[in-house]
């Protein structure tokens, strides 16, 4: 029997919807303040995103954030956290903050991890002692953590494995371990607590895990599970078929994505929220994101190009002195990506705010009616026009939304 429905610590405000498409347009009520969606969110995995200082992170537009919990229970520790009151206040970040429960983690960074009914045992990677992360205990970190929104511990596995039993076990175990997370949460009343999907790519899975999620009726619901390697065209399908049978009035986080044409087709699939380590990551390769695709200024192009990242870009980096920026030229960012971190950092700085821009025109595009439009205009600039390019999987998936990429 599903327990009795637990307080929220957010309220979601649907203020528009896409006549064409799924997309939705919406305002996030949360502890620290409001949050515009769809969004994305960048991850601070240790309390802090890599080679940006929290104001700066506030000046990309950033309002929501990501911590992992794992790696905050090992350092700095939830002694420490408990200490200062918490991770808004132990990275001066005034705004919210969503942790996801170190299940990922597991999988993704530990061999020696074994899953069984009580939780992940695994060997520390500080000093090889042996280690339990429960349900019970990684909602206990969180709460430690304060987190705005905090995520069940799940089951997860690889979207790409053969082993139709284990991943029925992993999504029937997940629902279980929400059980435990509801009754092991102490703050309902100040954070959020998500339940997560899962059921790999077997659809029927995915429908039966949904309806057993949505009767716990948590304040959020995400999508978990995806972006592990399996076709985009799959991606779609779960997407697709969850964000139908997830209630209105709820945020819908998918987890892990956030290459810019899947922010935007995952958006008219329904989805609300998203996050990944890629924008940060791939700006320490000397790559920048832009509308016409990912850059990297490494190459010896750019030696003499004294323009901006992209033209026309607001953030810190590319906006002119006169307007309040840095007015970094791609000549400069050539010259100090390779040796110098300053490069890394103003790439970085850039990366965020696109992704940032990009789901913010996507909300005005869903309030004013014209996602399928704006869809389009996406993927002519960032294939320079060229139909041919598109991959199929967005074609695909577009058209069952009702929009024709192919047509003029």
Known sequence: MAPVSIPSALSFELLGKCSVTKARAATLHLPHGPVPLPIFMPVATQGSLKGLTPDQLEDQGCRLCLNNTYHLG???????????????????WPHNILTDSGGFQMVSLLKLAKVTEEGVRFLSPHDGSPMLLTPEHSISLQNSIGSDIIMQLDDVIATTSPDFERMKEAMERSVRWLDRCIQAHKYPERQNLFCIIQGGLDLDLRRACTA???????????????SG????????????????LLPEKKPRYVMGVG??????????LGADMFDCVWPTRTARFGNAVTSSGVLNIRNAVYAEDFGPIEEGCQCTCCR???????????AYIYHVTAKETAGAHLLTMHNVHYQLNLMRLAREAILEDRYPQFVKDFFSKLYDGQKEKYPSWAITALKGVGVDLLSD
Do not use: N, W
């Open 212 to 226: 057993e999620m949505v009767a716990r009726d948590t304040p959020g619901i995400a999508i978990g599970g995806l």
């Open 229 to 244: 390697g399996e076709a985009k065209d799959e991606y779609c399908k779960v997407v697709d078929t969850c964000t139908g």
């Open 74 to 92: 090992l350092k700095p520790g939830q002694a420490t956290l408990d200490a200062i009151g918490g991770a808004h206040k132990f990275q001066s």
């Open 259 to 268: 290459y810019p044409e899947d922010l935007v087709v995952s958006v008219a």
């Open 320 to 330: 002119s002195p006169a307007d309040g920026g840095l007015g970094i030229t791609r």
